[in-house]
């Protein structure tokens, strides 16, 4: 249900609000409006930005509360004559650094006593094209007694490109700053330029390969709301099982690399083998291993049977079997504890200060988790327990995913004991009509974290702008303060630990 005040307007997760009905404040109220909400730490922003218009820049901003269910949106128009500047927010609240960079980038609006005002990505369309990707901004300390080390963006392995340039003194790392942008797609634009459903629920699979289904839950989220369709009992189950398989299959991935990096081959293997059961599972279900193709606007063409309910099962058990006994032996491994105990420590304090999501604030003791704070789909009905662990070590990010892993089996267990899959599923539509003149935003909580999607539309029902925010856009900066006093060779493990996204970031 909306519900409106003076100051801003007030939604749930997935529903869609008329933009005549947000107040458009002036920028003082605005901005002010947006550290009072911020300052509070059950209020998070979810997403901020601006899109052009025929006089100006409106600017939407989405703050969450985790507490109550209930998304803030506030409003500001920036007239074309009025001087391209606004005071930064970012002094009082550090984790809107990200997004008025990227507004700074995109449209050329000054943010002057934002400390770090640099380019985010490198858009197509960015406002200043002078400024190159070769030439980004390092920051740097004059001193005869350190060095630099850049690492990429091309890497010994298979990987996507990022740069990491470490200044050292000696193999003491002092500061770590992540260049990405390197693999710019366009993909919020190519949203608006393709003109059919199953081309943009295309896309929407694509944004981050390996989350596939959380990002295409989020788009699907948003046209249900945006045309108006109700979707029934069933077909939400099976879209949060299949964000569940997911997330299960690339944590136990990421177990398995961590193990890689510390030379454990035994848990690398096995981790390994058992990662594919659950994805050859998926692949049985829609016929792709990554989940292409499951989700789908409206509907499903990938009905989970009662067939299918008893493979999952079955493959869950035998998995399960195997998973817990050797996580426990990874877990008490001497060789393993000691590379992973208190190592690439974050804390509490930081990662609120810069809006860390999902894995990354919850191994900081920030229950930050979409699922509880912003249920939808079956969620809503089958609550879900988040771990959360205090230390902010790597140890923890190893250990969170174990417990994430075996929470996930027994909420797909809950939920299979309590339905029947016999009921007729939902056939996606082909074609649908959104309302005019709305804003929609979704939240799903993927493996890595809270996406994030909002979709404006014009007065001819046609998309206006499309907004996307993977989690790495936050959680990179993790990576960057957790190297700091540690030696350059303890990088790679955090990094592993981490496992973001550098498309999902590029975009």
Request: glycine share 6%; hydrophobic share 40%; aromatic share 8%.
């Amino acid at each position: 249900m909306v519900a409106e005040n003076k100051k801003y307007c007030i939604i749930q997760n997935n529903e869609s609000i008329e933009i005549e009905s947000v107040p458009v404040l002036d920028y003082t109220d605005f901005s002010s409006e947006m550290i009072e909400l911020l300052k509070q730490n059950e209020n998070h922003c979810v997403s901020y930005f601006a899109f052009p218009q025929t006089d100006g820049l409106k600017f939407f901003a989405a703050i969450a509360n985790d507490t109550t269910h209930r998304i803030f949106v506030l409003s500001h128009f920036l007239p074309r004559t009025a001087k391209q500047e606004l005071d930064s927010i970012t002094p009082q609240i550090n984790a809107l650094h990200i997004f008025e960079r990227e507004i700074h980038e995109n449209f050329g609006v000054g943010f002057p006593r934002h400390p770090w005002l640099k380019p985010v990505r490198f858009a197509h369309n960015r406002a200043n094209k002078n400024l190159k990707i070769n030439d980004y901004p390092f920051y740097k300390i004059e001193s005869e007694e350190l060095h630099e080390v850049g690492v990429g963006p091309v890497h010994a392995g298979i990987i996507e490109p990022g740069h990491f340039r470490f200044i050292c003194n000696g193999e003491q790392v002092l500061h770590l700053e992540i260049q990405l942008g390197w693999q710019h797609r366009g993909v919020e634009q190519t949203m608006l330029d393709k003109q059919t459903l199953l081309q943009r629920n295309t896309v929407s699979e694509s944004i981050a390969g390996d989350t596939t289904v959380g990002h295409s839950l989020a788009f699907a989220n948003l046209m249900e709301s945006l045309a108006g369709i109700e979707t029934g009992a069933q077909l939400d189950i099976e879209r949060a099982i299949a964000l569940e398989l997911e997330r299960i299959a690339v944590h136990t991935a990421d177990i398995s690399a961590l193990c890689t990096d510390v030379g454990y081959s035994l848990g690398a293997n096995i981790f390994g083998i058992l990662r594919t059961a659950i994805i050859n599972q998926t692949q049985s279900w829609c016929g792709n291993r990554l989940g292409k193709g499951m989700i789908r606007v409206g509907g499903t063409h990938h009905p989970l049977t009662r067939e299918i309910k008893n493979q999952i099962l079955e493959t869950l058990s035998k998995f399960e079997k195997q998973f817990v006994e050797l996580a426990h032996l990874t877990y008490r491994l001497p060789s393993v504890e000691n590379r992973f105990d208190e190592i690439g420590v974050v804390t509490e304090e930081q990662m609120r200060k810069i809006g860390a999501v999902g894995m990354v604030a919850r191994m900081a003791n920030i229950p930050r988790d979409i699922r509880v704070s912003h249920p939808s789909i079956a969620f809503e009905d089958y609550n879900y327990n988040s771990v959360v662990l205090p230390k902010g070590d790597v140890f923890s990010r190893f250990l969170l995913r174990r417990k994430e892993i075996k929470q996930s089996i027994a909420w797909i267990r809950e939920v299979f004991r309590n339905e029947d899959f016999n009921i007729q599923s939902q056939s996606p539509v082909t074609e649908l009509t959104l309302k005019p003149e709305s804003l929609a935003v979704s939240l799903v909580e993927g493996w890595r974290g809270e996406i994030c999607h909002v979709a404006v539309t014009g007065k001819n029902a046609e998309l206006a702008h499309y907004k996307i925010k993977d989690p790495s856009m936050h959680n990179w900066k993790a990576l960057e303060l957790s190297l700091q006093n540690l030696e350059i060779s303890d990088f790679p493990i955090n990094n592993k630990s981490y496992n973001l996204s550098y498309c999902g970031f590029d975009l």
